[in-house]
């Protein structure tokens, strides 16, 4: 059994006994002043830690929550830094996006048939303009086709659209192919124009299929941008009002040509 650790012989200013535990090998505790001068000072802070563990444990417990938080806000403050050089990143490497990526066409109607009302945004991020904009959208689905997939634009349009296949000219600000991508997927290839610096340009995609849902079939409209150019289209003269030539940004095969509008629009498709 361990000896009992004998009490300080060291008496306070009141003149009762210290109530500190000795120092073992000593007639004192840690306090220099109660006579301990000779002894180190580790055996020193080990008595003093004897003496007041709940005090120490307390300071200590502070001091490592207190490192604790200081290490958390500097890894939130690098990990900031980081997104945010991301983001300056991704917003060089890609100027332009669309939001959100992904539709889910599952939501069913009251007579549970496949009813869907999204809307979709197309982003210039920069301070820069940007032309001949191609949004692609796939519809990943067995049973709804792109014929089941209905395009708005929520901003409104006035005036004439012309839109020309041969040669592929357009005076539109947005225009939809519907057809089979480049990998024979069901799918829209959607043409904006111009977007000015920092313009948002928000569209609504419908989806309304007669089929029943069955419970192991998922629907999804994937969305993406393939493709857009830093100077304008060339404008060609006595086709339409500013009818530019467009390129396409991959193999589509043509099913559909839709001018999406909102509102009355004298549209001519040649």
């Known amino acids: 059994m361990a000896p009992k650790a004998s009490r300080c012989n060291a008496k306070t200013k009141n003149g ?26 580790f055996k020193r802070v080990e008595n003093f830690i004897q003496n007041n563990w709940f005090i120490t ?12 938080i200081g290490l958390l806000q500097l890894k939130y403050y690098y990990d900031d830094k980081e997104r945010e050089k991301a983001s300056a990143l991704n917003r060089e490497q ?47 689905s067995p049973v709804i086709t792109t014929k089941q997939i209905t395009l708005y634009l929520r901003p409104s349009l006035n005036g004439k659209e012309w839109v020309g296949n041969d040669p592929p000219l357009v005076s539109t600000k947005v225009l939809c192919f519907r057809g089979l991508d480049k990998d024979h997927q069901k799918a829209f290839l959607c043409f904006i124009r111009d977007l000015n610096p ?73």
């Open 16 to 41: 009762e006994q210290c109530h500190n535990n000795a120092i073992p090998g000593s007639k004192y505790c840690y306090i220099k002043s109660h006579g301990g001068i000779n002894v180190s000072l």
């Open 57 to 68: 444990i307390t300071a200590l417990t502070a001091t490592l929550l207190g490192v604790g």
């Open 94 to 140: 890609h100027p332009i996006s669309v939001t959100p990526s992904e539709i889910n066409l599952n939501p069913l109607s009251e007579h549970s048939q496949l009813k869907v009302n999204s809307d979709l945004t197309v982003y210039n991020h920069t301070d820069d303009w940007y032309y001949q904009i191609w949004l692609k959208i796939v519809i990943d």
């Open 198 to 270: 920092k313009e948002k340009y928000p569209l609504k995609l419908m989806s309304d299929c007669p089929e029943k849902l069955q419970e192991t079939q998922i629907h999804k409209a994937l969305i993406s941008i393939v493709g857009f150019k830093t100077e304008p289209a060339q404008i060609f003269e006595g086709q339409g009002e500013g009818a530019i030539k467009y390129t396409w940004p991959e193999a589509f095969t043509i099913e559909e040509t839709l001018v999406l509008t909102k509102g009355p629009v004298d549209v001519k498709i040649e």
